[in-house]
Structures are given as structure tokens and as C-alpha cells.
């Protein structure tokens, strides 16, 4: 090979790269053209590049062409390709059940405004019982699964077909529920003696099976995962006596605290405390991260677990990584000082895209609280929401719940 380009090579590559169009072995006939290429016999690397530009809006369409095209519109490969394109933005979704229907609402992100509006639908006119009392929401790509205590449906964002799906092996209420490399997990819950168990859902196969069994029977808990561990966060002791001093602090214990299951090797780690003991109302995993909103006698307190254990070279059981387990007290969300939560307020907290966090009031009013003390301060009505920004530390308010969405389930959606 010739270590240097002279005039002939020159030559010889302008014309290999730039070719004569008029030279007559460059004119194409109709025999020359193979009627059998088509879009769909490429290979499937390039066919999910030229379907992932496609509009969000034609992506419904797309989904029905064939069964081949439907399964790489929800493969992981395809919403990593519209992730990098930037076609692809998370968004709020917001799940109510009621007697006439089951209603959605839909918040675009990343940059919700209070001038912002909610997008509402009615995607289930049809009255299921068994999602009434408050079911968990997790999502796989566009997929939302919604888990009641016997049954579970998956709403399809980008199609918004309902599919009914196979329940859990043990019904179950007020559980936790999380997605680790694909699969749903849920644990804990109460109103059956199966809520020990640890259920694993493969939506391959749409079948459930037991993988393991709770260290703490945990009830009204919220799941979140990261890493590979499936966070089970909070939640009362199931089956302690609660008229003595002990079975107090047992149950506080528990109220403060979260247990944590590694997945790949199925095994628990040491569970973890939250700083200060206060009870946990929410929480979520963003980036890494676990974020725990927690109640005290008066006041409301936000903290950040940092749950990156393949960042220092741990993993496989080991949760010695640096950094993993520090917690971090966060500002805590803007509102009135000096207030006690009771039963009548709960909040679920969403992890949307790298850096937000979605503080989502979807059961009572804090102006109730305020009136019920005594105290004049008003303007946090039903359906508040607040976003945190981890990346600058920052709350701002976010447009309310439109008022049809009440007693909500919410998740962070691809859309």
C-alpha cells in the first residue's frame, strides 16, 4: 500500500466517489429495480432507525402495520433511539378511578409552567371495582401497568390501547410496586396471608411467580428501585399489637425505615433508617437517587438516599460502594410551616426524566388542616402539585390536578 496520495490515486478516488452520471452502467432501467425490497426487509438495526424519526403522532398508526413493527415500536432499542433524537419526553400521568369511568390526565414535561394545562381523557368508560382503592402504577417504556388488589390492566401511551392482564398470585392492597430491568416487582400490603411473598411479573409471558419473602410485613409501603435493589419504603407493621409501648416503637420503626431486596441475587440487603425518624408520606427514585418525604410532629422534611451502588464498583450483594447508603437532607417543599399530616392528605411523589421530582397532593386539602387549626392561610386546594429540580434545588409549583382526578394513582410515563 502506498504511503502517500499522488495524482493518480487522486484520480481514481474523485472517480470512484463522484462517477460520470451520464456513463450508461449508471442509468437505471425498470429491469434493474428488485421489486421485492421493501422498507420492511431491512434488518431490524435499520428499520428502528428510520421508525424511531417518526412523529409521536403517527406512532399510534405504526403500531398496527404488522406484529413485527409493533414489537420494535416497544422495544427498549426504540425508546433509547428516541431518547437520543430527542423525539421522546416524559411526561405525568395521573390515573382516577370512578363510578362512571376511569379517568387519565397527562402533563407534559420537561418544562411544566402554572400557565401549563393538564391533558384529560377518559380512557376506561367502564366501572372496575378492584381499582378503586388506590392501585399502584408502574411503567415500562410507553406501557403502564395499573395493579388493583385482583386485577391489573396496561395502558399503552403512544397507542392508548387497555389490555387486561394476569393479577397477582396474592391480592393485595396499599402494596409496593417497582420495575427492575423490566419486570415488576411488588411487596408488602395487606388482605391476604400471602402479602409476605415478593412477586415477580414477567410481561413476556404475562405470568407472576414467587421469588421471596419479606423480611417486615409492611402495609400502605411504596416501592422504588434503582440499580437493580427494589426499595420497599415505610408503611405499618402487619399483625403487631399496638397496645403497648413496644409494639408502638415497632411500628414506628417500620413507619421510618425501608428494606432492601437485591434483585439479581436475591438476596436482602441491611435495611436503612431515615434520618431523624420521621414518618414516610412519599417517595421516588430519580437518577440514581431515592427522594423520601417525611413527616414529623410539625413539620415536613425531604431527604436523598444515594442509592448508586454500580457507580463505585459494588453490586452482586455488596453495598459497600462509595457513597452508596448517605443520606442528604434536602429544602424541603414550599409549604406552611408548623403542620401536622393526618390521614385525610397523602401525597405520591414521581421521578420524571433525570432531575425532577413531582410532589402530587392526590387525597385531601392542606387548607383544611390550616382551617381546622385555626389558621387564616389559604391557597393549596385539592390536586396540588409541586416540581422539584434536583439539578438546581429548587421547588416551583406545577398546574393542579384538574378536578375530575381525585383519590389519583400517578407515574412517569415516555410519551
Given amino acids: 500500500m502506498s504511503e502517500s496520495c499522488n495524482s493518480r490515486h487522486f484520480s481514481w478516488l474523485m472517480k470512484s466517489c463522484f462517477p460520470n452520471p451520464n456513463h450508461k452502467s449508471l442509468i437505471i432501467t425498470p429491469q434493474h429495480l428488485n421489486p421485492t425490497l421493501t422498507l420492511s426487509s431491512l434488518p431490524d438495526d435499520l428499520l428502528l432507525e428510520c421508525l424511531s424519526r417518526v412523529p409521536s403522532s403517527s406512532l399510534p398508526s405504526l403500531s398496527l402495520v404488522c406484529r413485527r413493527w409493533f414489537y420494535l415500536i416497544l422495544s427498549p432499542s426504540f425508546i433509547l433511539l428516541r431518547r437520543q433524537l430527542r423525539l421522546s419526553h416524559p411526561s405525568l400521568f395521573a390515573f ?87 419486570k415488576i416487582y411488588v411487596a408488602g400490603g395487606g388482605g391476604s396471608r400471602g402479602a409476605s411473598a415478593v412477586e415477580e411479573y414477567d410481561p413476556e409471558t404475562d405470568t407472576w411467580r414467587v421469588v421471596a419473602y419479606s423480611q417486615r410485613m409492611r402495609y400502605g409501603c411504596i416501592g422504588a428501585a434503582v440499580d437493580g435493589v427494589f426499595y420497599v419504603i415505610g408503611g405499618l407493621k402487619i399483625g403487631g399489637a399496638s397496645g403497648n409501648g413496644a409494639g408502638g ?46 413527616s414529623h410532629v410539625v413539620e415536613l422534611s425531604f431527604w436523598r438516599f444515594d442509592a448508586r451502588r454500580k457507580c463505585g464498583g459494588g453490586g452482586g450483594g455488596d453495598d459497600s460502594s462509595e457513597g452508596f447508603g448517605e443520606w442528604c437532607k434536602m429544602k424541603s417543599p414550599p409549604m406552611p410551616t408548623q403542620i401536622r399530616l393526618d390521614g385525610t392528605v397523602r401525597f405520591c411523589c414521581v421521578g420524571v426524566g433525570d432531575n425532577k421530582v413531582i410532589l402530587v397532593q392526590v387525597v385531601g386539602c392542606i387548607d383544611d388542616l390550616l382551617r381546622r387549626s385555626g389558621r387564616s392561610q389559604r391557597g393549596f386546594k385539592d390536586g396540588l402539585v409541586l416540581v422539584y429540580d434536583s439539578g438546581g434545588g429548587e421547588w416551583s409549583r406545577g398546574p393542579d390536578l384538574p378536578e375530575v382526578i381525585r383519590r389519583a394513582a400517578c407515574v412517569s410515563v415516555e410519551c
Fill in 249 to 294: 416503637i415497632e411500628a414506628h420503626v417500620y413507619a421510618s425505615s425501608m428494606d432492601l431486596y437485591d434483585v439479581e441475587a436475591r438476596v436482602w440487603l441491611r435495611s436503612r433508617a431515615v434520618p431523624g425518624g420521621g414518618c414516610v408520606v412519599a417517595a421516588c427514585a430519580v437518577a440514581g437517587y431515592v427522594y423520601v418525604l417525611t
Fill in 96 to 182: 382516577s378511578p370512578s363510578l362512571s369511568g376511569v379517568f387519565s390526565a397527562t402533563l407534559s414535561f420537561p418544562s411544566p409552567r402554572p400557565a401549563a394545562t393538564w391533558d384529560l381523557s377518559l380512557c376506561l368508560p367502564i366501572n372496575t371495582a378492584s381499582l378503586h382503592s388506590l392501585p399502584r402504577l408502574v411503567s415500562i417504556g410507553p406501557r403502564i401497568y395499573i395493579i388493583g388488589r385482583n386485577s391489573m390492566l396496561r395502558y399503552n401511551a403512544w397507542t392508548h390501547h387497555v389490555t387486561a392482564k394476569s393479577p397477582m398470585l396474592f391480592p393485595r392492597k396499599k402494596f409496593a410496586a417497582a420495575v427492575v430491568s423490566n
